[in-house]
């Protein structure tokens, strides 16, 4: 579990740059209704999740104005559950009306802090957003453990205009997940 917090810390803390050419968080997040659980749809492979699967991130309000973050996994290859506590903050001021550009940082470990930005967000009822943190990182979430094909695809779209290999996204399997073919109901 340690070498996993530290992975996490020191790959989100190399890349706390600025975000890629083109990318730009969305604004007016409501901190409030982006707490809760989201379950993680897709992402771009990297070493602190491998051999993931239900993997899960809970977003709770901090005593301090910031947020908790509580990331889960199970790890397929060792069957059992992994767990990381982190604390995430807004880096710029609440607007006018109370809500938040998408930009947060996140830390897993001490004083290394990693970007998290959404760039995309349903914000009619915050059942799904895009996520990343720098080039080589991006996650789809949902709200439930299964996203709609169209929404999927809207998403992947989005994130390979905005240059990220969406090729390489990792599906993430669900507890109790069914799986549905797309295309099948259309007649030729």
Known sequence: MKRLILLLALSLSACMGEMPKGVQAVDNVDAQQY???WYEIARLDHSFERDLEQVTANYSLRDDGGIKVINRGYN???????EAEG??????????DGTYPGKLKVSFF?????PYHIIALDKTMYNYALVTSGKEYL???????????????ELMSQAKALGYPTENLIFV????????ESGRHVVH
Do not use: D, H, M
Request: net charge positive; charged share 20%; glycine share 6%.
């Open 35 to 37: 707490l809760g659980t």
């Open 76 to 82: 397929i290859k060792n069957k059992t559950w992994k």
């Open 87 to 96: 604390k995430a903050y807004f880096v710029e001021p609440a607007n006018k």
């Open 110 to 114: 001490g004083p290394f802090y990693g």
């Open 139 to 153: 996650w789809i979430l949902s709200r439930t453990p299964q996203l709609t094909y169209p929404i999927k695809q």
């Open 173 to 180: 399997k669900q507890a109790n997940q069914v799986e549905y």
